[in-house]
Protein backbone atom coordinates (compact mmCIF):
# COMPACT_ATOMS: atom_id res chain seq x y z
CA UNK A 1 0.00 0.00 0.00
CA UNK A 2 1.43 3.32 -0.80
CA UNK A 3 1.35 6.62 1.75
CA UNK A 4 -1.09 7.77 -0.49
CA UNK A 5 -3.03 5.04 0.73
CA UNK A 6 -2.20 4.93 4.35
CA UNK A 7 -4.72 6.64 6.56
CA UNK A 8 -2.51 9.50 7.97
CA UNK A 9 -5.71 11.93 8.31
CA UNK A 10 -5.25 12.59 12.13
CA UNK A 11 -1.45 11.99 11.90
CA UNK A 12 -0.49 15.62 13.06
CA UNK A 13 -1.68 17.82 15.86
CA UNK A 14 -4.47 19.40 14.42
CA UNK A 15 -5.18 23.10 15.79
CA UNK A 16 -9.08 22.45 15.47
CA UNK A 17 -10.69 19.59 14.79
CA UNK A 18 -13.22 19.41 12.17
CA UNK A 19 -16.06 17.32 12.01
CA UNK A 20 -15.83 14.25 10.00
CA UNK A 21 -17.00 13.64 6.35
CA UNK A 22 -16.88 11.49 3.73
CA UNK A 23 -14.93 13.50 1.57
CA UNK A 24 -12.33 13.04 -0.84
CA UNK A 25 -9.49 12.57 1.80
CA UNK A 26 -11.79 9.94 3.72
CA UNK A 27 -11.98 7.97 0.47
CA UNK A 28 -8.55 8.28 -0.71
CA UNK A 29 -7.49 5.89 2.54
CA UNK A 30 -11.06 4.25 3.42
CA UNK A 31 -9.70 0.68 2.99
CA UNK A 32 -7.25 1.09 5.41
CA UNK A 33 -9.14 3.09 7.80
CA UNK A 34 -11.63 0.26 8.00
CA UNK A 35 -9.43 -2.48 7.84
CA UNK A 36 -7.36 -0.51 11.06
CA UNK A 37 -10.39 1.18 12.74
CA UNK A 38 -13.08 -1.85 12.66
CA UNK A 39 -12.50 -5.05 14.43
CA UNK A 40 -14.12 -7.83 12.46
CA UNK A 41 -14.87 -6.12 9.52
CA UNK A 42 -13.84 -8.74 6.79
CA UNK A 43 -15.86 -11.49 8.93
CA UNK A 44 -19.17 -9.11 8.49
CA UNK A 45 -18.63 -9.11 4.64
CA UNK A 46 -17.35 -12.55 4.24
CA UNK A 47 -20.96 -13.19 6.48
CA UNK A 48 -22.84 -10.96 4.08
CA UNK A 49 -21.70 -13.01 1.03
CA UNK A 50 -22.95 -15.92 2.76
CA UNK A 51 -26.00 -14.62 3.57
CA UNK A 52 -27.08 -13.15 0.15
CA UNK A 53 -26.04 -16.96 -0.97
CA UNK A 54 -29.17 -18.03 0.99
CA UNK A 55 -31.97 -15.02 1.18
CA UNK A 56 -31.71 -13.40 -2.04
CA UNK A 57 -34.51 -14.55 -4.09
CA UNK A 58 -35.74 -14.64 -7.67
CA UNK A 59 -36.92 -11.46 -9.46
CA UNK A 60 -35.77 -9.30 -6.30
CA UNK A 61 -33.74 -5.89 -5.27
CA UNK A 62 -30.74 -6.07 -2.61
CA UNK A 63 -30.20 -2.74 -1.78
CA UNK A 64 -26.44 -1.77 0.16
CA UNK A 65 -27.65 1.94 1.66
CA UNK A 66 -24.51 3.57 2.37
CA UNK A 67 -22.66 1.46 0.42
CA UNK A 68 -19.22 3.64 0.55
CA UNK A 69 -16.75 1.96 -2.01
CA UNK A 70 -18.80 -1.07 -2.20
CA UNK A 71 -17.11 -4.12 -0.05
CA UNK A 72 -20.64 -5.35 0.67
CA UNK A 73 -22.32 -4.84 -3.06
CA UNK A 74 -19.20 -7.07 -4.08
CA UNK A 75 -19.72 -9.38 -1.64
CA UNK A 76 -23.27 -9.85 -2.25
CA UNK A 77 -22.94 -10.05 -6.22
CA UNK A 78 -20.23 -13.12 -5.83
CA UNK A 79 -22.74 -14.72 -3.62
CA UNK A 80 -26.04 -14.08 -5.05
CA UNK A 81 -27.38 -17.42 -7.28
CA UNK A 82 -30.63 -16.28 -7.66
CA UNK A 83 -31.74 -15.07 -11.10
CA UNK A 84 -32.89 -12.01 -12.29
CA UNK A 85 -31.92 -9.97 -9.71
CA UNK A 86 -30.60 -6.10 -8.97
CA UNK A 87 -28.11 -4.57 -6.58
CA UNK A 88 -28.76 -0.95 -5.57
CA UNK A 89 -26.12 0.86 -3.99
CA UNK A 90 -26.99 4.38 -2.24
CA UNK A 91 -24.56 6.64 -0.49
CA UNK A 92 -24.68 10.75 -0.22
CA UNK A 93 -21.13 11.34 -0.78
CA UNK A 94 -20.42 12.12 -4.33
CA UNK A 95 -16.42 11.07 -3.76
CA UNK A 96 -17.72 7.81 -2.43
CA UNK A 97 -19.92 7.50 -5.17
CA UNK A 98 -17.12 8.38 -7.74
CA UNK A 99 -14.90 5.63 -6.30
CA UNK A 100 -17.62 2.65 -5.92
CA UNK A 101 -18.05 2.77 -9.39
CA UNK A 102 -15.08 2.03 -10.77
CA UNK A 103 -14.21 -0.41 -7.67
CA UNK A 104 -17.86 -1.84 -9.28
CA UNK A 105 -16.56 -2.02 -12.86
CA UNK A 106 -13.16 -3.26 -12.19
CA UNK A 107 -14.67 -6.91 -10.94
CA UNK A 108 -17.22 -9.05 -13.46
CA UNK A 109 -20.11 -10.31 -12.26
CA UNK A 110 -23.45 -11.79 -13.44
CA UNK A 111 -26.00 -9.71 -10.88
CA UNK A 112 -26.09 -6.18 -12.66
CA UNK A 113 -25.38 -3.09 -10.41
CA UNK A 114 -26.67 0.51 -10.25
CA UNK A 115 -24.69 2.59 -7.45
CA UNK A 116 -26.79 6.17 -7.13
CA UNK A 117 -26.08 9.22 -5.07
CA UNK A 118 -29.11 9.75 -2.62
CA UNK A 119 -30.22 10.13 1.10
CA UNK A 120 -30.99 6.70 2.45
CA UNK A 121 -33.77 8.57 4.75
CA UNK A 122 -36.62 8.82 2.39
CA UNK A 123 -35.01 6.32 -0.41
CA UNK A 124 -36.99 4.02 -2.04
CA UNK A 125 -37.15 0.35 -1.26
CA UNK A 126 -39.14 -1.63 -3.48
CA UNK A 127 -39.16 -5.51 -4.18
CA UNK A 128 -36.55 -6.34 -1.94
CA UNK A 129 -34.88 -9.31 -0.82
CA UNK A 130 -31.59 -8.22 0.99
CA UNK A 131 -30.80 -5.12 2.97
CA UNK A 132 -27.49 -4.18 4.13
CA UNK A 133 -26.71 -1.05 6.44
CA UNK A 134 -23.21 -1.61 7.36
CA UNK A 135 -22.50 1.07 9.27
CA UNK A 136 -24.65 3.48 8.40
CA UNK A 137 -27.72 4.17 10.92
CA UNK A 138 -24.85 5.45 13.39
CA UNK A 139 -24.65 8.49 10.97
CA UNK A 140 -27.89 9.41 10.17
CA UNK A 141 -29.61 11.53 12.75
CA UNK A 142 -31.24 9.62 15.57
CA UNK A 143 -34.59 11.20 15.28
CA UNK A 144 -34.74 10.14 11.50
CA UNK A 145 -33.50 6.28 12.10
CA UNK A 146 -36.98 4.95 12.74
CA UNK A 147 -38.02 5.94 9.28
CA UNK A 148 -35.22 4.41 7.89
CA UNK A 149 -35.76 1.21 9.36
CA UNK A 150 -39.48 1.47 8.72
CA UNK A 151 -38.88 2.20 4.95
CA UNK A 152 -36.56 -0.60 4.53
CA UNK A 153 -39.67 -3.22 6.58
CA UNK A 154 -41.98 -1.88 4.39
CA UNK A 155 -39.85 -2.58 1.23
CA UNK A 156 -38.96 -6.20 1.54
CA UNK A 157 -40.53 -9.09 0.74
CA UNK A 158 -41.82 -11.56 3.95
CA UNK A 159 -39.03 -13.48 4.22
CA UNK A 160 -36.48 -10.97 3.08
CA UNK A 161 -32.82 -10.05 4.96
CA UNK A 162 -31.72 -6.82 6.69
CA UNK A 163 -28.00 -7.30 8.07
CA UNK A 164 -27.45 -3.88 10.51
CA UNK A 165 -24.14 -3.08 11.49
CA UNK A 166 -22.91 -0.81 13.84
CA UNK A 167 -20.78 0.37 17.14
CA UNK A 168 -22.45 0.24 19.83
CA UNK A 169 -23.38 2.07 23.34
CA UNK A 170 -24.58 1.29 26.32
CA UNK A 171 -25.74 2.78 29.56
CA UNK A 172 -23.21 0.65 31.83
CA UNK A 173 -20.61 3.37 31.95
CA UNK A 174 -18.03 0.73 33.36
CA UNK A 175 -18.55 -1.63 30.38
CA UNK A 176 -18.87 1.07 28.14
CA UNK A 177 -15.39 2.34 29.34
CA UNK A 178 -13.97 -1.48 29.06
CA UNK A 179 -15.27 -1.33 25.43
CA UNK A 180 -13.62 2.03 24.34
CA UNK A 181 -10.19 0.75 25.86
CA UNK A 182 -10.67 -2.42 23.71
CA UNK A 183 -11.13 -0.58 20.15
CA UNK A 184 -8.18 2.04 21.74
CA UNK A 185 -5.63 -0.67 21.97
CA UNK A 186 -7.42 -2.30 18.82
CA UNK A 187 -5.73 0.72 16.87
CA UNK A 188 -2.82 0.79 18.74
CA UNK A 189 -1.84 -2.32 17.35
CA UNK A 190 -2.71 -1.49 14.07
CA UNK A 191 -0.42 1.87 14.30
CA UNK A 192 -2.68 4.56 15.42
CA UNK A 193 -0.95 6.45 17.74
CA UNK A 194 -2.79 8.33 21.17
CA UNK A 195 -3.22 11.88 18.89
CA UNK A 196 -4.99 9.87 15.38
CA UNK A 197 -7.34 8.21 17.73
CA UNK A 198 -7.76 11.18 19.77
CA UNK A 199 -8.39 13.48 17.02
CA UNK A 200 -10.59 10.95 15.11
CA UNK A 201 -12.62 10.69 18.31
CA UNK A 202 -12.90 14.44 18.74
CA UNK A 203 -14.10 14.83 14.59
CA UNK A 204 -16.88 12.07 14.81
CA UNK A 205 -18.61 13.15 18.39
CA UNK A 206 -21.17 15.15 16.61
CA UNK A 207 -21.38 12.95 13.58
CA UNK A 208 -22.00 9.63 14.34
CA UNK A 209 -23.74 9.08 17.51
CA UNK A 210 -24.24 5.69 18.73
CA UNK A 211 -27.15 3.43 20.01
CA UNK A 212 -27.82 0.50 22.40
CA UNK A 213 -28.58 -3.02 21.05
CA UNK A 214 -31.57 -2.80 22.99
CA UNK A 215 -33.14 0.21 21.18
CA UNK A 216 -31.96 -1.30 17.74
CA UNK A 217 -34.06 -4.42 18.73
CA UNK A 218 -36.90 -2.49 19.70
CA UNK A 219 -36.50 -0.22 16.83
CA UNK A 220 -36.88 -3.23 14.33
CA UNK A 221 -39.45 -4.95 16.15
CA UNK A 222 -41.24 -2.08 16.10
CA UNK A 223 -41.00 -1.34 12.30
CA UNK A 224 -42.44 -5.02 11.99
CA UNK A 225 -39.24 -7.27 12.08
CA UNK A 226 -40.50 -11.11 13.45
CA UNK A 227 -37.04 -12.74 13.72
CA UNK A 228 -33.88 -10.34 15.51
CA UNK A 229 -31.02 -12.00 16.78
CA UNK A 230 -27.01 -10.12 16.82
CA UNK A 231 -24.85 -12.73 15.12
CA UNK A 232 -21.59 -10.62 16.08
CA UNK A 233 -19.78 -8.95 18.49
CA UNK A 234 -16.04 -7.68 18.75
CA UNK A 235 -15.48 -4.69 21.30
CA UNK A 236 -18.03 -2.16 20.91
CA UNK A 237 -18.53 -3.43 17.12
CA UNK A 238 -21.68 -5.56 16.55
CA UNK A 239 -23.98 -6.76 13.64
CA UNK A 240 -27.97 -7.78 14.54
CA UNK A 241 -29.91 -10.20 11.42
CA UNK A 242 -33.40 -9.36 11.22
CA UNK A 243 -36.39 -11.14 8.97
CA UNK A 244 -39.47 -9.70 8.42
Known amino acids: MSRSETDLIFSSKQSKVKDFAFDAQVVEVFPDMISRSVPGYNTIIETISRLSQQYVSNDSNIYDLGCSLGAATLAMRKGI ?10 DNSPAMIERCKMHINAFKGDTPVDIL ?9 NNASMVVLNFTLQFIEPTQRS ?3 E ?7 TGGLLVLSEKLSTDDDVCQNLLVDLHH ?3 RSNGYSDL ?12 MLTDSVSIQVERLKNAGFSHITPWFQ ?3 FYSLIAIK
Open 234 to 236: CFN
Open 151 to 157: NIADGLQ
Open 147 to 149: QVI
Open 81 to 90: TAKNCKIIGV
Open 196 to 207: EIAQKRTALEKV
Open 185 to 187: DFK
Open 117 to 125: EGNIVDFPI
